[in-house]
T-cell receptor, first 114, second 111 residues
Framework: DSGVTQTPKHLITATGQRVTLRCSPR?????VYWYQQSLDQGLQFLIQ???????AKGNILERFSAQQFPDLHSELNLSSLELGDSALYFC?????????????FGQGTRLTVV | GESVGLHLPTLSVQEGDNSIINCAYS??????FIWYKQESGKGPQFIID?????DKRQGQRVTVLLNKTVKHLSLQIAATQPGDSAVYFC??????????FGQGTELSVKP
């Protein structure tokens, strides 16, 4: 158990809908990262927050957004869902943001868009 | 653009043999590399890392080799066990926790 908690574990929704994925980082970790894992794109970095502020952005679609709350949990919002958004979404956390800081991954949320 | 790729998508080995998983990267300025293991239904798990100022780093049953000349990484697993069966990813840390992952190699260990 990495200490990073993601909910829900599975989510099935229809195209055009909006969903929210939740992540609770390890105790004491200030930084949260979101990744998408799909069969054709592999593991892709989406976005990072550090202590409530956006720190880095990757290949995140405009339909997607995220935030980190004062209690350090984070939410990833996916809207106007398309079939191609079906994927595993992982959250990771780390205590700091340095290059060599180890990030711990949660178990992921499997999103299926039908 | 930046990319980190793996040479082999699947690798099958006998229990007890050594495994070697390879990875190529394209950004010659990369400074820090990590190998992750992902078991079915779980998130990636840190195995071992290496900085660009090193050629080799050893952990428990695992060794990572870095060849900066040809931009190549390898992960060696000694005495491979059934519990080592998983998908292995190399990743390049671009800073701030932004990891660029390779496509992954599935390691299958036959008893």
């Amino acid at each position: 158990d990495s200490g990073v908690t993601q909910t829900p574990k599975h989510l099935i929704t229809a195209t055009g809908q909006r969903v929210t994925l939740r992540c609770s980082p390890r105790s004491g970790d200030l930084s949260v990262y979101w990744y998408q894992q799909s069969l054709d794109q592999g593991l892709q970095f989406l976005i990072q927050y550090y202590n409530g502020e956006e720190r880095a952005k990757g290949n995140i679609l405009e339909r997607f957004s995220a935030q980190q709350f004062p209690d350090l949990h984070s939410e990833l919002n996916l809207s106007s869902l398309e079939l191609g958004d079906s994927a595993l979404y992982f959250c990771a956390s780390s205590v700091a943001t340095g290059v060599t800081t180890e990030a711990f991954f949660g178990q992921g949320t499997r999103l299926t868009v039908v | 653009g930046e990319s980190v790729g793996l040479h082999l998508p699947t690798l099958s080995v006998q229990e007890g043999d050594n495994s070697i998983i390879n990875c190529a990267y394209s950004n010659s300025a990369s400074d820090y590399f990590i190998w992750y293991k992902q078991e079915s239904g779980k998130g990636p798990q840190f195995i071992i890392d290496i900085r660009s100022n090193m050629d080799k780093r050893q952990g428990q049953r695992v060794t990572v080799l870095l060849n900066k000349t040809v931009k190549h990484l390898s992960l060696q697993i000694a005495a491979t066990q059934p519990g080592d069966s998983a998908v292995y990813f190399c990743a390049e840390n671009m800073g701030g926790g932004k990891l660029i992952f390779g496509q992954g190699t599935e390691l299958s260990v036959k008893p």
